[in-house]
């Protein structure tokens, strides 16, 4: 692994990532249903819904990453591979989601009173520290071709949107 503590850094920051994530989700999941316009909670609107399912599924998606590299830690198994992506995943998704929180609280989502706010901000430091999302992809890339058919099916991911399961990345 990577210098062990790059790797053991980069798994907790994962793991840091995806609590966040949940902490920011429930936030606006929570605003969705008690905020009102035009006699209904805001949550019932298709588009605002959409994001909140979204965010649900890319958490859920990065914690399972984060909890296969843990589980490779254990036993024994782990490859810097498996780090970057749980790494990449889960920071890049807390990203997304701290922005679609913002979205859903509106105007008030940029007020420094609500911690949506706090959050927004600090979820870009995580985004680059102990790796950015241009260093792990260059750590996916040139791990294993399972990995590599693995990252190819992630929707959003910069770099991934060129890499086809089955090809030979060189």
Do not use: C
Request: glycine content about 10%; hydrophobic content about 50%; cysteine-free.
């Amino acid at each position: 692994l990577m210098g062990q503590w790059l790797g053991a850094t980069r798994l907790a920051v994962a793991a840091n990532s995806v609590g966040r994530a949940q902490r920011v989700l429930e936030e606006a999941l929570s605003w969705a249903v008690s905020r009102e316009q035009f006699g209904q909670p805001i949550g019932r609107f298709q588009g605002l819904s959409f994001q909140l399912a979204d965010s649900a599924l890319e958490i859920e998606a990065s914690q399972l990453l984060t909890l296969q590299a843990a589980s490779r830690v254990d036993d024994g198994t782990v490859t810097d591979t498996d780090v970057a992506m749980a790494k990449l995943m889960a920071t890049e998704t807390l990203g997304r989601v701290t922005d679609r929180a913002v979205q859903v609280f509106g105007g008030m989502g940029l007020v420094r009173e609500y911690k949506v706010e706090r959050w927004w901000r600090d979820a870009r430091v995580v985004v680059v520290g102990v790796g950015s999302r241009w260093v792990l992809g260059i750590a996916v890339i040139e791990g294993d071709q399972h990995a590599v058919e693995q990252v190819a099916t992630f929707v959003g991911i910069g770099f991934a949107v060129a890499v086809q399961p089955g090809s030979t990345v060189e």
